[in-house]
């Protein structure tokens, strides 16, 4: 899998570590939380997502 680098604010990475926790049980899952966000925001927004 491709890796990429974000960077994001104090309170948004504060709320992804807690939220990742809180979901998936650790943050081994931080990669599965994102992409499963992005996802979700692509299909909002009518982004088809290429294979």
Do not use: D, W, Y
């Not at 104090?10 to 994102?34: D, I, W, Y």
Request: net charge neutral; charged share 25%; no cysteine.
């Amino acid at each position: 899998m491709p890796k990429t680098t974000l960077t994001l604010t104090e309170p948004v990475a504060k709320t992804l570590k807690l939220f990742t926790v809180k979901a998936k049980g650790n943050m081994h899952a931080q990669s599965q939380v994102v992409e499963e966000a992005l996802i979700e925001f692509f299909q909002r927004h009518g982004i088809e997502i290429e294979n």
